[in-house]
T-cell receptor, first 114, second 111 residues
Framework: NAGVTQTPKFRILKIGQSMTLQCAQDMNHNYMYWYRQDPGMGLKLIYYSVGAGITDKGEVPNGYNVSRSTTEDFPLRLELAAPSQTSVYFCASTQAGAWKETQYFGPGTRLLVL | RKEVEQDPGPFNVPEGATVAFNCTYS??????FFWYRQDCRKEPKLLMS???SGNEDGRFTAQLNRASQYISLLIRDSKLSDSATYLC????????????FGTGTRLTIIP
C-alpha cells in the first residue's frame, strides 16, 4: 500500500492564480481530511469528508473548496491564491473517524504564494 | 485559554536522559488523546494513544488526567533518533471530526 499520497510536493503560485492539491489513499478509508500547518503553529482543519459525495467545513475553510467523487481521492482547490495561503498542506485519512482512531497523513504539499 | 497548550521548548537533553512533556486541554468533553511525532519538514506520525489508565510502549509512557485535563509524555533513556517535535492532539466529543493540535514541543537529543 502506498498509504496517503499528495501531489505536488512543492508549488509557487502568484497572487490570484488557482490550483488543485491532489490527495489519494489506497486504504479504503471512509474519512479524509485537509489540514494546513503554518510555521510554529498547530495543524488547522480546512475541510473533511466522511465518504464519497459528503464534505464539510473545518476550522479554516475560507478560500478553499473540496470535492469527494470517489473514496480514494480528495482534491483541495484554491481559487484565488493569497499570500495568507502560504503554508504546508497535509491530507489525512482514517477508517472510523478522527475522534476514534489515529489518522494517516500524506507527506504534505508546500505552497508559496507570492 | 488555548484549546490545547504545550510548552514549545526547545528541550535540549543529553543522550540517555529522561525527559517529560506536558499538555493541557480545555474541552472537558474530549474523547480521545494522542501524541504524534513530527520530524523536520515531514508529516505527523502517531507515536501513541493516551488512555486514562496510562500506557507504555517501550521507552515511552503516556498519562492522562481527565480531572485536571492534562496529558503527559515521558521518554526514558533518550536516543538521538528521538529528536523531533512532539504534538499533543485532542479530539472533540463523540462523532466530532475536529482534532485540535497543540503547537508542538521541540526536542533535541545531544550526543
Amino acid at each position: 500500500n502506498a498509504g496517503v499520497t499528495q501531489t505536488p510536493k512543492f508549488r509557487i503560485l502568484k497572487i490570484g492564480q488557482s490550483m488543485t492539491l491532489q490527495c489519494a489513499q489506497d486504504m479504503n478509508h471512509n474519512y479524509m481530511y485537509w489540514y494546513r500547518q503554518d510555521p510554529g503553529m498547530g495543524l488547522k482543519l480546512i475541510y473533511y469528508s466522511v465518504g464519497a459525495g459528503i464534505t464539510d467545513k473545518g476550522e479554516v475553510p475560507n478560500g478553499y473548496n473540496v470535492s469527494r467523487s470517489t473514496t480514494e481521492d480528495f482534491p483541495l482547490r484554491l481559487e484565488l491564491a493569497a499570500p495568507s495561503q502560504t503554508s504546508v498542506y497535509f491530507c489525512a485519512s482514517t477508517q472510523a473517524g478522527a475522534w476514534k482512531e489515529t489518522q494517516y497523513f500524506g507527506p504534505g504539499t508546500r505552497l508559496l504564494v507570492l | 485559554r488555548k484549546e490545547v497548550e504545550q510548552d514549545p521548548g526547545p528541550f535540549n537533553v543529553p543522550e540517555g536522559a529522561t525527559v517529560a512533556f506536558n499538555c493541557t486541554y480545555s474541552n472537558s468533553a474530549s474523547q480521545s488523546f494522542f501524541w504524534y511525532r513530527q520530524d523536520c519538514r515531514k508529516e505527523p506520525k502517531l507515536l501513541m494513544s493516551v488512555y486514562s489508565s496510562g500506557n507504555e510502549d517501550g521507552r515511552f509512557t503516556a498519562q492522562l488526567n481527565r480531572a485536571s485535563q492534562y496529558i503527559s509524555l515521558l521518554i526514558r533513556d533518550s536516543k538521538l533518533s528521538d529528536s523531533a517535535t512532539y504534538l499533543c492532539v485532542v479530539t472533540g466529543d463523540f462523532g466530532n471530526e475536529k482534532l485540535t493540535f497543540g503547537t508542538g514541543t521541540r526536542l533535541t537529543i545531544i550526543p
